[in-house]
């Protein structure tokens, strides 16, 4: 087993709005709910942070559009599809900020 090796210039991936993510979260004990779509920032639900994602049309017709909370501790598994650079955000999302 060889040690992995950071470059130099590589930072960690980060959730950035307007990144499309898909998300497995649990549903029940036994269900995993698969979520595809664009971040829009976190959500306080009482004490618990969750993500917001505005599902797509592609895996979710009948809800495109839709915000689709997702407590942060029920996530199972967050796949970047595409990453939009922190510091191209989309402007109107900054000041985005949900309680």
């Known amino acids: ?5 950071k470059k130099k210039d590589e ?6 709005m307007g990144s499309k993510y898909h998300i497995r979260s649990l549903a029940s004990r036994e269900a995993v709910l698969d979520t595809h779509g664009t971040f829009k920032g ?7 942070d969750a993500l ?3 599902l797509d049309g592609e895996h ?4 495109k559009g839709k915000i689709r909370v997702i ?3 029920m996530v199972t ?10 510091d191209k955000e989309p402007e109107e999302l900054n000041d985005l900020h949900y309680t």
């Open 11 to 16: 930072t960690p991936p980060t959730l950035t």
């Open 52 to 54: 917001a994602i505005e």
């Open 77 to 86: 598994s967050i796949d970047i599809v595409e990453a939009v650079a922190k």
């Open 71 to 73: 407590p942060s501790h």
């Open 42 to 48: 976190v959500v306080s639900v009482g004490t618990i």
């Open 60 to 63: 979710h017709k009948d809800l």
């Open 1 to 5: 087993m060889s040690p992995t090796t």
